[in-house]
């Protein structure tokens, strides 16, 4: 099984793609919905097909510890489990255990860590994190790596890109192992280094010793300023193979996205779009409105009237904020469907301004009419 | 504006009928499924009319407190507020107020009662109830009446029944008069009376001295025994008016449905469903179960084999007990999905028993097949 990657129009840095994968085509750069526990928050898959999604993020950790890999293996994988027949990709497991601080404890063989579930004690070797991806059958499978803490010295971001790299050759070489039918999909390596150009360069450099079909950009959106993000991305993206979908771990903005795109990456996860939703906190052409707010008390307009969502087609905001209030599912459906509206969309015009090597007036155009348009919080 | 009431078919008590109202058409025995706060929990107004919901209920009460009438008034109602464009009964806020136990004080007037949502003093009177109701523009307004207490004496349940009509001809009033372009829809009565078959018919021959277009029985489902209120309704029900629908006011279980069925009932509204549901209580064919339970836990069977709701077409009860032990939203939006189609569908079944002249034999199959069927709570 190899992921097939045809980059299809440039614009400056930036391209758009078609990524073939095991259960279908996703159209680059792409933003992938979060569905941590296999659902992504509040949506039924019908209707993130219905908003164009074309490829979601799963939670390896949190899908390990429930329903364990076991039980989603028995539906034929995280696809037949939760109803979505487009591609997946999930993560290793790494960012998640790391953010677990006092209760795992790191080796050269892996993390162990007590469950936060039930307090068990589990083990997430890269061996055990290729073993519950290919039961889940993503396919994209992503290397367990260390994420390295922010702020880390030169020394600790090289001792832990260093052990990353190691687990990426283990994680190469068991995902890519024969029997049960061989990997359901493809693996991709993430590089690391911190906030290190020389280190990003090296740990690119020792992946690349191997043929991963595609790399992702790890141990970012971790707390670091802006520019050096950018800064980051500006030195190592030229470097990485230009025939190859490019993946942004964790990111993030709107603003994030564009940046990153002009940037050269071709996709991107964040649970911003689902969890803002489900906090009042909705995306909008002019920036982002709070949903709480008494403004919004009997305002009989949509969201966004430049937005063509379900929620802004038929839901006045003053609806809306009832629902809020009333702590409605309702509530937490409409705004969802019109967060990821907005970033699907967002993706769509990307690819389209690129194809119209307009990007750079697009990108302006979008930050100038976000910009300073955010409203207080209630 | 008058309610057209069409009998159709007969079998025994039962009847099925066409109830035509200013948004649409109703065919009975209809269920109602309870629309609180503008919003039938976790469904759109879309998926209500995909499982073939085609009236629904809002609370008067509720909606008065969050958002108050005038934001529903400027959506042009109930309607527009919550983009529903079939029929809506409201109830008078009579019954949610009771409930309210130490924060009420009853009087000839009215009653008047601290706001559970801030504490603010708020009164309802015959004639607020309906300036609300009139405001939300529902098809079927409902007379304000006193929910009797049970268990209540004779002399108890006189002066309560007594006083409901008194407001009953208050409410009549007051709802028919001029003045915002005259009365949305139309008013039904309520029969009071507790469990005392004379205060019933007592009640009954009041309300009759008015011509509403259709008669509730209240008062009942307030903790009762079964037989009692089957006593009440035998009793009771083959006095109201053959031409002109019975709605039994907050039953029940599906048993309770197809028992006052069979005793000439042809409305119906609970919470029970969407309550459930979001609960893990899930109603089959074979009784109800919850989906909480360890076994389901590998389960890859659909809630009900019998059914053929969307949550039944594609989900295992395996991933909907993930769902519900990870408190996902999506959990609850599939089991609601699931037990208002097994209530819908129950209705549909019921009617086309009548036309077919098989009630009696549905009834006792319906019944057989889900007695003793029902799983331990976990």
Known sequence: MTAHF??????????????????????????????????????????????????????????????????????????????????????????????????????????????????????????????????????????????????????????????????????????????DGGPPGVLFGIVQGGMHAHLRQASLESLLRLRWPGLAVGGLAVGEPEEVRLQVLEELVPHMPADRPRYLMGVGRPEDIVAAVLRGIDMFDCVMPTRHARNGHLFTSRGTLNIRNQVHREALGPIDPECGCYTCRHYSRAYLRHLERCNEILGARLNTLHNLYFYLQLMRRLRSAIEAGQLAAFAAAFLAARRDGDEPVA
Request: net charge negative; proline share 5%; with cysteine.
């Open 6 to 179: 045809e980059v299809c129009a440039r614009d400056g840095l930036a391209r758009t793609g078609r990524l073939r994968l095991a259960h279908g085509e996703v159209a680059t750069p792409a933003f992938m919905p979060v569905g941590t526990y296999g659902t992504v928050k509040a949506m039924t898959p019908e209707e993130l097909e219905g908003l164009g999604a074309e490829i979601i993020l799963g939670n390896t950790l949190h899908l390990m510890l429930r329903p364990g890999a076991a039980v989603v293996a028995k539906h034929g994988g995280l696809h037949g489990f939760m109803h979505w027949q487009r591609p997946i990709l999930t993560d290793s497991g790494g960012f998640q255990v790391f953010s677990l601080e006092r209760l795992r404890k790191l080796s050269e063989e892996g993390v162990h860590f007590r469950s936060p579930v039930d307090g068990a004690e589990v083990r997430l070797t890269p061996e055990d994190s290729m073993d519950v991806q290919r039961a889940l059958r993503s396919d994209i499978a992503m290397a367990l790596d260390e994420c390295t803490p922010h702020p880390a010295s030169e020394a600790q971001a090289r001792a832990s890109m260093e052990r990353s790299m190691r687990w990426a050759v283990r994680s190469y070489a068991h995902y890519h192992r024969d029997g």
